[in-house]
């Protein structure tokens, strides 16, 4: 019988095994956010359209991402966001980018950093990139 090692960083719903394979499911539903955005052929902007999210504070988790794999930040501030949101074609920014910011803070998508003015993306927010890189 196969020992399965999936449970720990992607939770026990991850443990078992694919009925087809006797492989973890781990192997196959795990996106690792960094790998994704590296390897992903585009612009923030394209990426965006691709992931298509409900919101303002998703769009914003996206862009902290996208910094923090595409740009080595090991955090990111308001002011990051919002230029590299402005900069995107075909990309509209938020009305109340203040607003939205919070919002993404208050979901929990976003943890300030100690002793800094920025913000790092929170493991709420890598659970909710990796859902969405599923779809």
Do not use: K
């Not at 303002?56 to 595409?70: G, K, N, V």
């Not at 929170?122 to 990796?130: A, E, N, R």
Request: glycine fraction near 8%.
């Amino acid at each position: 019988m196969p020992v399965h090692a999936a449970e720990g960083a992607y939770g026990a719903e991850l443990a078992g095994t694919s009925p087809q394979t006797d492989y973890p499911q781990a192997a196959f539903s795990a996106i690792e956010p960094g790998a994704f955005i590296t390897s992903f052929m585009g612009s923030l902007g394209d990426l965006v359209a691709r992931i298509q999210p409900r919101g303002f504070a998703e769009t914003i988790l996206i862009a902290a991402i996208w910094l923090h794999y595409r740009d080595g930040r090991g955090f990111v501030t308001r002011d990051d966001v919002r230029r590299v949101l402005r900069r995107q074609e075909h990309l509209r920014m938020p009305r109340n980018f203040s607003r939205d910011f919070h919002v993404a803070v208050s979901r929990g998508y976003l943890d300030a950093v100690e002793n800094e003015d920025g913000y790092i993306v929170s493991q709420l927010g890598y659970q909710w990139f990796q859902s969405e890189c599923r779809n």
